[in-house]
């Protein structure tokens, strides 16, 4: 697979972004380890730092917002107004 550079970005399908690395469920297939993994939230502040300085050098079609659960995390709402307004990417 080639990753084409448009306009000095590096143009992919996803980035993707865990904002947990815990999760409500424990399956044994689970590729996060995140039955294993202690409860973690990403900071707010940290999401847009790094949402700031990842926009610079790649442009993907769509951000996935991942864990472990990401339903879990207590801004979620927060942090999609974040991604949005930063226009990481077309489609959240
Ligand atoms: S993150 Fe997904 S695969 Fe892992 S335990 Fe939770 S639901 Fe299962």
Redo the contacts with the bound molecule.
Sequence with gaps: MTYPIIDGKVRTRALEYHIADH?????D????F??VLKKWLADPAGFERDLRAVRRVVAPEFLKIV???PLLHPELERLLVIAKSLDVAPRI
């Design positions: 999760c409500n469920l424990r399956c297939h689970c590729c996060s995140s039955p864990g472990g659960e």
